[in-house]
Every structure is written in structure tokens, then in C-alpha cells.
């Protein structure tokens, strides 16, 4: 029952309270994107650093070599079904990109990105609670600008602010059964744990190789460096949390 209550609360965390930022944005755009633009970088060096130093070393441990090729499988699968989406979206436009039409289909791919973080939190946490607690805050951390972006494209489309919110609040709750499934089959079916953390792996190094490092401008020093410095302290914040709270099972 405590395992459960943990994990609950640890969804709440990645996906409920990332909305914070999109709901920052709708107040004050220009603080929206001012804190959009230091939590990219933030959460690309956390879901790097989360990846490379927690989520792979567990899964080889369970999975052995084997751990790789799941990466793999989940890295070109979400850009099969990104293109394939968006191919869908083509087609049904012409040319012409109607942002109205796309709307459904962005929503649509949020949920399930907001299920798979609920998966990459629950199996994280069968490993250990701390491990869990680390992976909540690398999707809160990736979630805010996520939101921050998802709420301008739905504003930009005409929806009201209300509505924008209860949108992506909805799409977060998909974080709930995919962290409730998750917990509840890992235990009934051996070496799940494995396989589920190298599909985490590959879907958080997936959002920061395409999704997060191009959006990364470097449009003058000054916005380099800062984005770099914002990079490295994701990776050392992620370094930290291991050195306070041991990440081991
Ligand atoms: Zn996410």
C-alpha cells in the first residue's frame, strides 16, 4: 500500500505539477518563456544525464547487453510514429499546415509521451525509491517547458485559456495508469523491470536528442552560454541527487 501511495504521489509530481509552468504562461507569457528558455536546456542535461547514469546501467544489470537493442527499437519507433503522424497530417492538408487539423493529433501524442512517463517512473521506482524520485523530477523538469509549448499552440489555435488547461491537464492524467500499470504487471511478470526501463531510456533520450537540443538556440554568446551552463547543472544536479540518495536497488 505504501509502494502505491509512493508511486501516486511520484506521478502527481512528473505530471500534475509540470503543468505549473504551462499555467505560469497563461498569466505571463513573457515569464512562460523566460523560465522555458533556462528549463530546456535544465532538462535536456537531466534526461541525458538520467539515461546515461541511471535508467541504462539498471537495465543491463537486468537485461544484459540486450538493454541496447530495446533503446534502439523505442528510439526509431517514436520517430516512426512522430513522421507518421505528422506524414498523416500532410496528406489531409495539402500543403498547406492547418494548425486546427494538427491539434487532435498533437494531443493525442502528448497522451501517450504522459504514459510513458508514468512507466518510466514506476519502473524506475521498482528499482528503488530514490531512482523513482530522481526520474519524477527529470519529467516534471522536462514536462514544464513541454507545457509551456504545448499551451502556446493550443492558445494560437483559439482555444480559450481555460480550455488549453483542462486539455493538457487531462493528457497529464495519462501519467496515472501508465505509472499504476506499470506497477502492478512489473511485479506479476519477471524481468519486465528491465525491458520497461530501456523503453524509459530510449523515450527520454529520444525528447532530448529531437525534441529539446534543437530547440536549444544558440542565437548569441551570451544565450550559449547560458544554455550550456543550464546543461551542465542538469547533469550535476542529476551527479547529486546519486551521490545523496544511492540509486541501487
Ligand atoms: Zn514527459
Redesign the pocket.
Known amino acids: 500500500m505504501g509502494d502505491l501511495l509512493n508511486i501516486i504521489a511520484l506521478a502527481f509530481l ?2 500534475i505539477a ?1 503543468l505549473i509552468g504551462g499555467a505560469i504562461f497563461l498569466f505571463r507569457a513573457d515569464w512562460g518563456r523566460k523560465l522555458s528558455s533556462m528549463a530546456l536546456p535544465l532538462a535536456t542535461g537531466v534526461l541525458l544525464a538520467v539515461s546515461f547514469l541511471d535508467l541504462l546501467p539498471e537495465a543491463v544489470d537486468q537485461l544484459d547487453t540486450g538493454a541496447f537493442s530495446v533503446v534502439l527499437v523505442v528510439f526509431i519507433l517514436l520517430f516512426l510514429i512522430e513522421r507518421f503522424l505528422f506524414h498523416l497530417h500532410h496528406h489531409t492538408t495539402e500543403d498547406e499546415v492547418e494548425p486546427k487539423t494538427a491539434i487532435p493529433l498533437v494531443i493525442f501524442g502528448d497522451t501517450i ?2 504514459f ?2 508514468g512507466v518510466a517512473i514506476a519502473a524506475a521506482f521498482m528499482v528503488s525509491p530514490p531512482l523513482g524520485l530522481t526520474v519524477a523530477l527529470a ?1 516534471f523538469l ?2 514544464t517547458p ?1 507545457e509551456i509549448a504545448d499551451f502556446g499552440i493550443l492558445l494560437s489555435a483559439g482555444f480559450k485559456p481555460s480550455k488549453a488547461f483542462l486539455t493538457n491537464f487531462y493528457s497529464a492524467l495519462a501519467t496515472f495508469p501508465g505509472a499504476l500499470l506499470t506497477f502492478f504487471f512489473s511485479q506479476k511478470i519477471e524481468g519486465s523491470v528491465g525491458v520497461l526501463l530501456s523503453v524509459a531510456a530510449g ?1 527520454f533520450l529520444y ?1 532530448a536528442a529531437t525534441d529539446f537540443l534543437p530547440e536549444t538556440k544558440m542565437e548569441s554568446e551570451k544565450s550559449s552560454v547560458k544554455n550550456v551552463s543550464f546543461l551542465i547543472l542538469g547533469v550535476i544536479l542529476i551527479i547529486l541527487m546519486r551521490a545523496i540518495l544511492p540509486h541501487t536497488g
Open positions: 512528473g505530471s509540470g509521451h504522459n510513458l512517463d519529467t522536462h514536462e513541454h523515450l525528447v
